[in-house]
């Protein structure tokens, strides 16, 4: 079974704290993306990365970075952390385009 | 307007119902077409995946892409309350080498017992 897991289900941060949310996935995966996830506006594409330090910017970058050192880690960090990133954070991952995406079962971030 | 448009409910219907969900999209480059279901605080999940037009069965669903109206569907026949989920279509260019995928806002449905 594909394993997409992601390193915390809730998080509260501060404004201007430096987040780091981290994914792992266990199936040898080249693509891996970054969601977010809000009311009414449905899944939007943050970053993504089809290889090794390799990375591209999705619809809603700012604010956001993204590091991918090794294959199986997709980290995307909060440089500094606003209220307006509240959300609900999905990572995926598949093998490559037109395959399966499977997705973590997301972080709940509450910024105040 | 968004490259593909999703009503997002809520749909709400009695056990043993058939449910229809549907997408409609504006590109005509999109060549593969998915349905994930995603629970409650939990991460959405691959129902049905299909390519091109026509029809795709897997026990009580049915995924139905017709490319000429731009439009998707997903029927459930028999709906349980453990139907109750939100569900998303999402859709990807056929010439698309990166993998990135168009979600629609998704459709929350709840099957009452």
């Known amino acids: 079974d594909v394993k997409v897991t992601q390193s915390s289900r809730y998080l509260v941060k501060r404004t201007g704290e430096k987040v780091f949310l981290e994914c792992v996935q266990d199936?040898?995966?080249?693509?891996m993306f970054w969601y977010r996830q809000d009311p009414g506006l449905g899944l939007r594409l943050i970053y993504f990365s089809y290889d090794v330090k390799m990375k591209e910017k999705g619809d809603i970058p700012e604010g956001y970075s993204v590091s991918r050192e090794k294959k199986e880690r997709f980290s995307l960090i909060l440089e500094s952390a606003s209220t307006n990133q509240t959300s609900m954070y999905l990572c995926?991952?598949?093998?490559?385009?037109?395959?399966?995406?499977?997705f973590g079962p997301g972080t709940r971030l509450l910024v105040l | 307007q968004k490259e593909v448009e999703q009503d997002p409910g809520p749909l709400s219907v009695p056990e043993g119902a058939i449910v229809s969900l549907n997408c409609t999209y504006s590109?005509?480059?999109?060549?593969?077409f998915m349905w994930y279901r995603q629970y409650s605080r939990k991460g959405p999940e691959l129902l049905m995946y299909t390519y091109s037009s026509g029809n795709k069965e897997d026990g009580r669903f049915t995924a139905q892409v017709d490319k000429s109206s731009k439009y998707i569907s997903l029927f459930i026949r028999d709906s349980q309350p453990s139907d109750s989920a939100t569900y998303l279509c999402a859709m990807e260019h056929g010439s698309s080498n990166t993998g990135k995928l168009i979600f629609g806002q998704g459709t929350t449905l709840q099957v009452k017992p």
């Open positions: 590109n005509s480059a999109f060549q593969y």
């Open positions: 995926a991952s598949r093998t490559g385009a037109q395959e399966t995406q499977y």
């Open positions: 199936m040898d995966h080249e693509n």
